[in-house]
Structures are given as C-alpha cells and as structure tokens.
C-alpha cells in the first residue's frame, strides 16, 4: 500500500514569498503523483500532476512541481505567491498500471498569505 | 466541464438513523469514488467503483456500503450512523483511460456534503 507524508501542516507566508511545499511518498513501484487544492468554501481541485515524462512538470496559477525518484517526492513550488493562494494543499498518490484504484491523500497543508 | 454533485451540502441526522449519501457525475466515467475528509487526516477512501453494479472496499469501508445501480450515480450509505462518522464526504469520477499501461485520467471531485450525525 502507498502512504503519503506532507511535512509542514501549517505554512504562513507574506504575499511576493517563494513557496515550497514538502511531499514524500512510499511504495515500491510505479506510481502518479497529484497536488490537489482546496480554497476556502470551494471543491478540491486539481493543480497539477505527474505521470511520466519530463520530472519538472507545470500546473495552474504559476505553480509547479518537481518529481524527484530517488527521493520518493514530489515538492509542490510557486516563486511568489499572492493573497489568493490561501488554501489547503494536498498531494496523493495512486499506483500506475491501469487500475481504478482510489488516490491515497497527505494529511494536507494550510497555507494562508498575509497580505 | 465535468460535473459531479453531491446531493446535500450539508445534513444532520442521530445516532442511529441510516443515512444516505448521493453522488452524480454527467459524464459517463467508469469509476467513482468516495472518501471522507478529516481535519489533520486528509482524505481517505472508503469505497470505489469500477463500474455498474461493481464495489470495491478503500482504505476505511467499516460502517459503510455502497450502491452503483447506474453508471452515473454512486450513493454511499451509512447503515447505522455514529457520531465518528460525522465528517466531509467527497465524491469523485474518472473516466478509463489507459495510456501505456497506465491509467492517466484525473478524479474529478463533487463539492462534500458535510454530515453532522448527534
């Protein structure tokens, strides 16, 4: 089975900050890597992802992320970010081969900018 | 745009009662899913969905069943509601799209229905 680390469960920044979120993930073989964005009253949405291909891989709204496979992450980054970045932010993982199985969610990160 | 919906944004219900939770999607997806949102816990799956009339148990199915009778419509039920189960439930679809051996769609997920039990 897969699981999931986010290592900061609350980040405050002041807007124009860099951001970088931590996700860490353990399974022994293959897998799709999400981030996922809640913002405050709205659905969880995607913000990017990584299949396969190019590890640097870009999302939504400036962010990014980076899948590193040695490591087992995949940090989420935004060189500066904006008011409206408050929201909580999670990373999952499934297994890659062609299954239905469900995504298996970090804990999440509340991140809120100060103006 | 893929649309999925939950049935209730909010519900209140007692100990006891059995509890119903729906889900439609609108664009024909094969899988769908439900999870539950906690605080500090994240999401974590409870029950999925290959396709009609399938199920599958996810990471916490203790307390819930499902029902998938049409494609498009995926409820979850709570036989006899707790308050441990009062939380966020969310509801997701994707589509079967299988690219080199491995499945490249995204969930899309519903808005939460969030369920208080008293």
């Known amino acids: 089975a897969q699981s999931v680390s986010q290592h900061n469960h609350h980040v405050i920044l002041s807007e124009a900050a860099s951001l970088e979120l931590g996700c860490n993930y353990s399974?022994?073989?293959?897998?799709?890597l999400f981030w996922y964005v809640q913002y405050p009253g709205q659905h969880l949405q995607l913000l990017l992802k990584y299949f396969s291909g190019d590890p640097l891989v870009k999302g939504i709204k400036g962010f990014e992320a980076e899948f590193i496979k040695s490591k087992f992450s995949f940090n989420l980054r935004k060189p500066s970010v904006q008011w409206s970045d408050t929201a909580e932010y999670f990373c999952?993982?499934?297994?890659?081969?062609?299954?239905?199985?469900?995504?298996?969610f970090g804990k999440g990160t509340h991140l809120i900018i100060q103006p | 745009d893929v649309k999925v919906t939950q049935s209730s944004r909010y519900l209140v219900k007692r100990t006891g009662e059995k509890v119903f939770l729906e889900c439609v999607q609108d664009m024909d997806h094969e899988n769908m899913f439900w999870y539950r949102q906690d605080p500090g816990l994240g999401l974590r799956l409870i029950y999925f969905?290959?396709?009609?009339?399938?199920?599958e148990k996810g990471d916490i199915p203790e307390g819930y069943s499902v029902s998938r009778e049409k494609k498009e419509r995926f409820s979850l039920i709570l036989e006899s509601a707790s308050t441990n189960q009062t939380s966020m439930y969310l509801c997701a679809s994707r589509t079967r799209n299988v690219f080199g051996g491995r499945d490249t769609d995204t969930q899309y997920f519903g808005p939460g229905t969030r369920l208080t039990v008293l």
């Open positions: 399974y022994g073989g293959t897998v799709n």
């Open positions: 969905s290959y396709d009609v009339k399938m199920k």
């Open positions: 999952a993982v499934n297994a890659a081969g062609g299954g239905a199985d469900g995504l298996t």
